[in-house]
């Protein structure tokens, strides 16, 4: 079982950059693929970039999302990164974090992820 925990949200001015983080706990978090996923105020629940274990952990996005976003994921620290770069009120959301056990999915699809955290909210004020 492994457990997720996002942090980093908050409150944060158009224009601004942030970064969230998601520490895992238990499971083999090397060689998972992690997703980030985020929720906008009545709208479904979409993917953002993930990040599998393919060589120099390779990552991917939603094509709305390129240049937008950046992951990264520290295996020392079993903790993976989402930064987020000229933050606009769209982007305002509970920003998840979940885990794949198939360490080699490019994967956007949230069934295939079998671990979630419970999500930390980013609110772009104008």
């Known amino acids: 079982q492994v457990h997720l925990v996002e942090s980093g949200g908050g409150l944060v001015q158009a224009g601004d950059s942030l970064r969230l983080s998601c520490a895992a706990a238990g499971g083999t978090f090397s060689t998972m693929t992690l997703g980030w996923f985020r929720q906008a105020p009545g709208k479904e629940r979409e993917f953002v970039a993930g990040?599998?274990?393919?060589?120099?952990?390779?990552?991917y996005f939603a094509d709305s999302m390129r240049g937008h976003f950046a992951t990264f994921r520290d295996d020392d620290k079993n903790t993976v990164y989402l930064y987020i770069d000229s933050l606009k009120p769209e982007d305002t959301a509970v920003y998840y974090c979940?885990?794949?056990?198939?360490?080699?999915?490019?994967?956007?699809?949230?069934?295939?992820?079998?671990?979630w955290g419970q999500g930390t909210r980013v609110t772009v004020s104008s």
């Open positions: 979940a885990a794949d056990d198939n360490g080699n999915s490019q994967s956007q699809y949230g069934g295939d992820f079998g671990y």
């Open positions: 990040v599998n274990t393919w060589h120099r952990r390779s990552a």
